[in-house]
């Protein structure tokens, strides 16, 4: 569907191809340099900074001259586009991403991400004692991770774990951890061991990923992604069976739930989550702390199911139109000017088919260091603030909904009111 909603967008179904816009697209259109640059900037901007203890990023050229670049994804190419792509026009691998800014000491640590045995961790170790900072670059690829491939587990496959621990524990100077997949990876291990300094997601990032990954860990770029997904440890997957794909927890049955929205258990990473390189204060500037939501009909009134749950049913209520503005002050209170994304979460009223919380929209602003940008979100009652009940029926929870932006948390009170309905 979405495939298709774009050829719309571009005409495609409208006529002669060369009688519009994009119909005259060719071969030179290509691996044009705009092209190739925003490639580098969309690989720059998925980047997630996980962890960074210390901080011990980012890198510096004139104290990490010498970087040991280890682990099975350090010098790919394909790896790095996924699936469902075209013909790269070139490749910047990490390795070489990184020899851009220091003087390199490349040993793979494994044949492939399988990581079947120990063969080469000598030489890992080895290359990570002479260098200033160690960048292991492991994860997946499609041999793991792939349409009718399915993991059977969360963690780094084979050895990989070993080969990192063992890494890190022999590093002269810091030891940065680069994760390379589509999914999420249970890195409990690294995230709780001292001796690893950072941790980095990079998902799948394109034909200039390497380019990207060296731009974030020296500096010139400051990361601002977030996480897509939960990070779940991997004893979730005992409580979770790949055959239920239901979405609310089950207590009865010792059953978590999934996503953000219902599962409340332990984490690895949440949903939402990533760091940056300076730090950012939110601040409430406007938003309404009570709100009338107004009944469609007299007929409404009587509706027991509405006065008995609490909530009305969207059908019955005048809020197609109805938006409620929040305007939020973000504060860039670091040293380097970054972007940063503002992620708008709702709690409604307890009720056992609501969620636990519902992401209701985000926007990215960039922030010079010491300056402060003003974003506002449009939250529609209809749309943003119902909630499906049993029966499929989209409802308003009545009552105190608690929004969450960060470390800033607001409530509204949601009133029902007769204001608007005449008597015939």
Not at 222 to 248: D, E, F, H, I
Not at 347 to 375: D, M, Y
Request: net charge positive.
């Amino acid at each position: 569907m979405n495939t298709i909603s774009v050829q719309m967008r571009l005409g495609m179904f409208d006529g002669e191809p060369s009688a519009h816009p994009y119909g005259n697209l060719g071969p030179r259109d290509v691996c044009t340099p705009a092209h190739q640059q925003l490639a580098l900037e969309a690989a720059r901007q998925g980047i997630v900074l996980l962890q960074n203890r210390g901080p011990a990023l980012p890198l510096s050229t004139s104290r990490h001259r010498t970087i040991a670049v280890i682990g099975p994804n350090s010098d790919v190419t394909e790896t790095m586009i996924g699936n469902y792509a075209g013909v790269a026009c070139g490749y910047t691998t990490p390795l070489q991403g990184i020899g851009r800014y220091a003087r390199t000491i490349h040993q793979a640590g494994c044949s492939d991400v399988a990581c079947r045995d120990d063969q080469q961790f000598g030489a890992a170790v080895a290359a990570a004692r002479q260098a200033d900072a160690t960048v292991l670059v492991m994860g997946l690829d499609q041999s793991i991770e792939a349409e009718f491939r399915d993991r059977v587990d969360i963690l780094l496959p084979g050895r990989q774990q070993e080969l990192v621990s063992k890494v890190a524990m022999a590093s002269r100077g810091p030891t940065v951890l680069v994760l390379m997949s589509g999914g999420p990876i249970d890195v409990s291990f690294a995230k709780n061991d001292p001796r690893i300094a950072a941790i980095i997601w990079v998902g799948y990032p394109g034909q200039a990923g390497g380019a990207a990954i060296a731009d974030v860990l020296f500096g010139r770029t400051n990361p601002g992604g977030k996480l897509p997904v939960t990070w779940y440890p991997q004893s979730y997957l005992r409580k979770a069976p790949m055959t239920n794909m239901a979405m609310r927890a089950i207590p009865s049955r010792g059953y978590p739930g999934r996503t953000y929205r219902f599962y409340n258990g332990p984490v690895v990473f949440p949903f939402g989550h990533g760091l940056s390189y300076s730090s950012f204060a939110h601040s409430l500037a406007q938003a309404p702390t009570t709100v009338s939501v107004s009944l469609a009909s007299l007929q409404t009134i009587k509706n027991s199911t509405m006065v008995s749950s609490g909530a009305i049913r969207v059908s019955h209520a005048n809020c197609n139109t109805q938006a409620l503005g929040f305007h939020i002050d973000v504060k860039n209170t670091g040293t380097m000017d970054g972007s940063h994304t503002l992620l708008l979460f709702s709690t409604p009223p307890p009720g056992t088919w609501s969620p636990n919380k519902r992401l209701l929209a985000f926007e990215k602003v960039h922030v010079a260091a010491g300056s402060q940008e003003r974003v506002r979100f449009d939250v529609h009652v209809c749309k943003h603030l119902s909630v499906v009940d049993h029966f499929g029926i989209h409802r308003i929870p009545m009552g105190e909904h608690h929004f969450h932006i960060g470390d800033l948390k607001h409530s509204i009170s949601l009133q029902a009111t007769l204001e608007e309905i005449k008597s015939k």
